[in-house]
């Protein structure tokens, strides 16, 4: 099939080169002339496993990009993956999904057994509202609608899209399941026994809220509970190593620590929130899964508080990224905890393999060291902020510290004898 995908970024970048790998030929329209050259170039725009390899291998036979709209009228089936970010108040902005809804209507106008699918986390009544009225408005009158969400995670999106748990059709029309079963065909096929939900469209927009404010609640049940294992002298992982073998509760997002972030779950977890206010539904379940996720890196700090007085004192952070194999710093716990240590009126000295660079941008006052053994160099504490594997290693690096203290944020670091070491939640 003939496939557009309107929006480059992590969704559509991976879709489009995993679409062209399953034999469909895939153009990309993207606003950013750096990214479409990048993708003819045979480059990858961002950085995903997986994801180099394949545009090399499609682009310029079955993939290519282009600044041009008018490309999408050559294909059979249009994917909007344009962002939608967070307003001041957390409500969510479709204002970029309107103009680019714009734009594909004025390119579609005419055209028959066109489809349409929005791709992009949007709230319940979004892809009618705003997308169908956009596309309508600017001359495409019948456009076959679609709302397809995305549940790849970053640092694993080619894998994760490859091999979903579940696909879901959010449509109205039989038609419009059909057009989804035939692009979707040749991932199923190779996919195994992934589940594939047909629905309407508000519930299909609605399982994606669904999915992300649960996975962020379970985390901030985890840390609820591991905080009180914390004050009560119990080791919270040995808990949810436990109660992770009743399959109803499931191992997976039960480890504890200093927080989620990323730029999703604080976006989706505050869009659903102000949506539900906004008809006048007080969700108290999120409300409490944000409020114990805000409070986790002043929590890791008071624990370094209590082994050693920061003030005018070097202190490490270890990690930057809002999770390991990224660097993506949105919504990451680092920043709190710097802002914390700050209002400490520590000397803040912090590492992380890939991510420095972007903190730097935003907080160029810091200190950044370019090994973990470097930030640590005459601290007198430190404290991880971020899994990530090396900090596992780390050995003879402490032994430089001024003080031997690591306060722990996400339980990697290996607690060897004569380092004073504090967990958060163990
Ligand atoms: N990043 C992730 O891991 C996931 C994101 N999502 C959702 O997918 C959507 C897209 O997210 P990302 O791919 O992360 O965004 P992104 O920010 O990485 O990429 C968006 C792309 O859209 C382009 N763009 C902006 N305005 C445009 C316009 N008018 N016409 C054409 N292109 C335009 C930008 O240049 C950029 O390349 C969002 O709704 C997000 O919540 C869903 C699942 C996973
Ligand atoms: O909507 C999205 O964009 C995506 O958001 C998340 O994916 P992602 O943000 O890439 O990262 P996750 O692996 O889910 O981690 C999110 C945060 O939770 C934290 N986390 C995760 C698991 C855990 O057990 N404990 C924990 O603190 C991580 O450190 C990280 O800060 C979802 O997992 C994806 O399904 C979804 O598609």
Redesign the pocket.
């Known amino acids: 099939m003939d496939v557009s995908i309107v929006g480059s970024g992590y969704v559509g970048t991976t879709i489009a080169a995993c679409f062209a790998e399953l034999g469909h030929t895939v153009v990309n329209v993207d606003v950013d002339a750096d990214v479409v050259a990048a993708i003819n170039d045979g480059d990858a725009p961002i950085h995903e496993p997986g994801l180099a390899e394949r545009i090399d291998a499609h682009a310029g036979t079955r993939l290519r990009a282009t600044t041009d709209y008018e490309a999408v009228r050559d294909t059979d089936v249009t994917f909007l993956a344009l962002p939608t970010p967070a307003r001041e108040d957390g409500s969510i902005d479709t204002s970029i999904m309107e103009s680019g809804a714009a734009s594909l209507g004025e390119a579609l106008a005419g055209a028959d057994d066109h489809m349409v699918v929005v791709k992009s986390?949007v709230v319940p009544g979004t892809t009618e509202d705003v997308v169908e009225s956009a596309l309508v408005s600017a001359g495409f009158d019948d456009p076959l609608l679609a709302m397809n969400p995305?549940?790849?995670?970053?640092?694993s999106a080619v894998d994760d899209f490859r091999h979903p748990d579940k696909v879901v059709f959010g449509a109205r029309r039989d038609a419009a399941y059909d057009q989804l079963h035939a692009v979707f065909e040749p991932l199923l096929a190779d996919a195994g026994d992934a589940t594939v939900v047909e629905t309407g469209l508000r519930e299909a927009e609605m399982i994606k809220y669904a999915?992300?404010a649960f996975?962020a609640s379970k985390?901030s049940l985890i840390n609820d509970l591991g905080n009180i294992c914390k004050e009560l002298g119990v080791d919270a992982y040995e808990v949810a190593d436990a109660i992770a073998e009743d399959d109803r509760i499931s191992g997976r997002?039960?480890?504890s620590?200093v927080?989620?972030?990323?730029?999703?779950?604080p976006k989706?977890v505050a869009a659903i929130t102000a949506a539900a206010k906004d008809a006048g539904y007080e969700p108290a379940m999120l409300e409490a899964a944000v409020e114990v996720n805000d409070r986790q890196p002043e929590r890791l700090l008071s624990l370094l508080d209590g082994h050693v007085d920061v003030a005018g004192e070097r202190v490490a952070v270890l990690g930057l990224s809002?999770?390991p194999g990224t660097d993506d710093i949105r919504g990451t716990r680092a920043v709190p905890v710097i802002d914390g240590l700050q209002d400490r009126e520590a000397d803040v000295v912090a590492y992380d393999p890939v991510a420095a660079e972007k903190m730097a941008e935003q907080r160029p006052e810091v200190t950044y060291a370019d090994s973990a053994a470097g930030a640590l160099a005459d601290a007198v504490g430190a404290v991880v902020v971020t899994d990530w594997d090396e900090f596992a290693a780390l050995d003879d690096e402490f032994d430089a510290m001024a003080e031997r203290v690591v306060v722990d944020g996400r339980r990697v670091v290996d607690p060897q004898a004569d380092l004073t070491y504090d967990g958060l939640t163990w």
């Open positions: 986390t995305e549940f790849l995670r970053m640092g999915n992300n996975l985390v997002f039960l480890r620590g927080g989620w972030g990323g730029s999703c779950f989706d809002f999770k």
